[in-house]
Every structure is written in C-alpha cells, then in structure tokens.
C-alpha cells in the first residue's frame, strides 16, 4: 500500500469517529428532549435507534484492527490508532446511555422534584461530548484539558440534584402526600436518580476521550488517572 493510501486511511478513521460522535451526540439530544416534553414516541425513536450506534461501532472496531494487523502503525500512528479505538467505546456507552434515557422518558412522572433540571445537566453533558470529539479531531490539547476541569461542574450539579431528590422525596413523605402510591414514588426517585447519574456518566466519557486525544497528542496520560 503507498503512503498516500494509507494516509487516507487513517483520515477516514478520524472522520468515521467523529461522524459516530455526531451520531451519539443526536441520539443525546433527542432523548434529554423526550425526557423534557414527556414525548413517547420520539423516546421509542431513541431506544430503536441503538442499534445503528452499535452497528457502526463494530464497524469502527474492525477498521481499527485492520490498521493494527495489516498497517502495523507506528509512533504517533499507532497512538492515533489506539486512541480512536478507546474513543469509539465511549462514544458506543454515551449512546447506551441515551438509550437509558430514552427508557427513563417512557416511565419517569416528572412530577416529583420538579425544581430538578434534568435539561440544564444535559446540555452541559452534551456539551461536554461535543467539545471533546471537536477536540478529537483538532487535536486541541487546551480544549482537552479544559473539559477534564469542567467535569467538576457537572458532577457539583449532579450532586445537588440528588439531595434535591432526596429532600423531596422526604417532605413528601412528611406531608402525607397520596398523590403516589410508596411504590411507584420509590421508581420515580429510583428513575430520576438514575437520570441524573448517567449524565454524570457522559461527562465521564467526554473526559476520557479528551483524556485519549491528549495521550494521542503529547503521549500525556495526565487525564487519565
């Protein structure tokens, strides 16, 4: 194979990553929106939806072996290689997680906690994502680095709308409210727990694919410990 070709390659792996990001991304936004408009059938959209991110996952992965087996990389070839390969899979789990929101928008009252806004964590996990796969393909080490620190943010607003979860779920409790049977008010706190945990999850993937452009770049593992 000539250089030329498998320059070519390689560039088709940074756009094919980048373009199963925007993919995720999507599937992202539209399940934070059925969760936000109480849309079931663009929730359903979500869920069925899952099977394309997978499909080009595993197309993504059999790429990437390819290049290891056939190309034998090497240096920052390799790294790149590697790291597009460790993108890949968080990018597949944020589009697992989506698909788990879509599922919480079919079944979560969004009644309970209302103060909680699921909308805001979100977009700033959203956010996160897109700017780390800009930061991918740029390989803008700044930008990688900036969203390991805005990770912190995230998770304080996760953090509070936890307790917040909790202290209504407790003043509720003390009201005597029977507006919810006890078990279905314990799924609809579990729900939202679980709501607010997975966002903090897709911070966590956008910090490791910064974490991956960053050891891709300047062979720096800082992000990832």
């Known amino acids: 194979m000539s250089r030329e070709s498998y320059r070519q390659l ?3 792996l940074r756009d094919d990553v980048v373009r199963m990001g925007e993919l995720v991304v999507e599937r992202l936004e539209a399940a934070l929106t059925a969760l936000e408009t109480n ?3 663009l929730a359903r959209e979500v869920i069925d939806g899952d ?8 197309s993504l992965e059999s790429d990437c072996i390819d290049l290891f087996a056939l190309q034998q990389p090497v240096a920052s070839d390799l790294r790149f290689v590697a790291a597009s390969f460790k993108v890949i899979t968080d990018l597949e789990r944020v589009g697992d997680l989506a698909t788990n929101l879509g599922a919480y ?3 979560t009252d969004r009644r309970l906690a209302p103060e909680v806004d699921v909308d805001t964590i979100g977009r700033e996990a959203t956010s996160m994502i897109e700017r780390s796969l800009d930061a991918y393909e740029r390989e803008d080490v700044a930008a990688c680095r900036a969203i390991a620190a805005d990770d912190d943010d995230l998770d304080a607003l996760c953090q509070r709308a936890s307790e917040t979860v909790a202290r209504d779920l ?3 409790e003390g009201d005597g409210d029977d507006l919810w049977s006890v078990e279905q008010l314990l799924d609809d706190v579990s729900r939202l727990l679980l709501t607010v945990r997975d966002l903090e999850r897709v911070g966590d993937h956008a910090v490791n694919v910064a974490a991956r ?3 891709m770049v300047e062979t720096d593992p800082e992000l990832l410990y």
């Open 213 to 215: 452009t960053l050891y």
């Open 105 to 107: 928008a079919l079944a």
């Open 39 to 41: 849309d079931e059938a």
């Open 51 to 58: 099977d394309e991110v997978n499909e080009l996952y595993l």
């Open 170 to 172: 407790v003043e509720r």
């Open 10 to 12: 390689l560039d088709e």
